[in-house]
């Protein structure tokens, strides 16, 4: 199993955080860490909301289904049971014990209304992405570090990028791509990934139909990645209106297949107030 960088964060809040939620988007690995963290080193039950007769005992009743588990527990894919926010609370409340809830999701909580509002001073949200390339090979990342420190010079580097590193740019990190060797299973697998939270994990959260757009507009930024964020601009280039364009905007950031990337200055304030840009997740 290759080791995650947010391991040992995630060790250290369940150390000291009665409920801590690994919010991350779909296939990034979520469940593998919580399930290896439950059984190695913090144990805990590993309850699943993909299974139907738990979700369905969860939405007819939350609380009583939290007092029939004993000490930690591991909550997958909470997002499909909103109601058990509030029951976690009202028993992290009566009792306050770290780590008693580890939780994973694959929908972005803040961004969802109400669905962590419950919970607010009680969880810790720790964000699991694809594999980074250090993930990869095993090697502690130090870029950033050696940029601020101005250890890093470009004049060595070719002008072209090596074939090896544009495959990985290619391919990405979601942990499934890794182990497809043909190029086209890569790809049947990417659409695949689309469709489902398109057509499925998107509808789960919004509760609404009338999505048909929503390709379009991520086959536009996906071209134009990374593009400033210009809702009268994109408005025009498909048709939406601006308000429908903004709450699309909101549900592809929630399943995290979009980023906002602020803007960046040596001044503060014009970094709050510059546009930010848009870029595709794992890009």
């Known amino acids: 199993m290759i080791r995650r960088n947010i391991t040992q964060n995630l060790l250290d809040a369940l150390a000291d955080t009665p409920v801590v939620l690994i919010n991350g988007a779909r296939q990034t690995g979520k469940s593998t860490l919580a399930k290896s963290i439950a059984e190695k080193t913090h144990p805990a039950r590993y309850i699943t909301l993909d ?8 939405r007819n009743d939350a609380t009583g289904f939290l007092a029939g588990l004993d000490g930690a527990v591991v909550i997958d894919e909470v997002q499909k049971a909103p109601e058990l926010f ?29 669905l962590s509002e419950s919970l607010a001073g009680r969880m810790e949200i720790l964000s699991l992405w694809p594999f980074s390339q250090g993930e990869l090979t095993a090697h502690k990342e130090t870029f950033v570090d050696k940029l601020y420190e ?72 996906a071209a134009r990645s990374p593009v400033l964020l210009n809702f009268a601009e994109l408005s025009r280039s498909l048709a939406i209106p601006q308000s429908t364009l903004k709450r699309y905007m909101t549900l592809l950031e929630a399943t995290f297949l979009i980023q906002h990337l602020p803007a960046w200055s040596g001044n503060f304030t014009k970094r709050l107030v510059k546009t930010s840009k848009i870029v595709m997740s794992d890009t």
């Not at 299974?51 to 969860?58: F, G």
């Not at 890569?186 to 929503?214: P, V």
């Open 51 to 58: 299974t139907a007769s738990v979700l369905a005992a969860v």
């Open 86 to 114: 509030s029951a976690i609370k009202a028993d992290v409340d009566h009792q306050r014990r770290p780590g008693k809830y580890l939780l994973t999701g694959s929908a972005n909580v803040l961004l969802v209304p109400n």
């Open 150 to 221: 101005n250890r890093i010079s470009f004049k060595n580097y070719p002008p072209e990028l090596p074939l090896s590193l544009q495959d990985r740019i290619i391919n990405g990190g979601y942990p499934e791509v890794q182990t497809r060797v043909k190029e086209e299973r890569r790809q049947a697998w990417f659409e695949s990934y689309m469709t489902t939270i398109l057509q499925r994990d998107i509808r789960d959260i919004a509760n609404i139909d009338g999505l048909t757009s929503l390709p379009r507009l991520l086959a536009v930024i």
